[in-house]
């Protein structure tokens, strides 16, 4: 855009400002929306950041309140059970 301002004032007569028509408006019109676009930027990263505090919060709430599971009756099928062969020699896998 600097260019084709400096080629539009160097190619301007110093009677003739017919060229220049508009162009103060269209350089405010792209700085209104780079700047919409900035701000837009800034309030997507705090969407993202204010989501990531409440999942981490909620997911930590939800593991303070959710109750232990119970021991299941099938844990003698477990590996920890104590009821493998290799288990009198100490050997660990």
Do not use: H, Y
């Not at 007569?13 to 269209?26: F, K, N, S, W, Y």
């Not at 990263?45 to 593991?63: P, S």
């Amino acid at each position: 855009m600097t260019e084709e301002i400096e080629r539009l004032i160097g190619a301007a007569a110093p009677g003739d400002t017919g060229r220049l028509e508009g162009l103060e408006e269209a350089v405010w019109a792209r700085i209104a929306v780079r700047r919409d676009s900035a701000s837009m930027g800034q309030v997507r990263v705090a969407a993202v950041g204010l989501a990531l505090v409440l999942g981490v919060a909620n997911g930590g709430l939800l593991l303070l309140a959710s109750p232990r599971p119970e021991p299941s009756e099938l844990r003698i099928f477990t590996v920890s059970a104590g009821l493998s062969p290799l288990d009198p020699l100490d050997v660990r896998g």
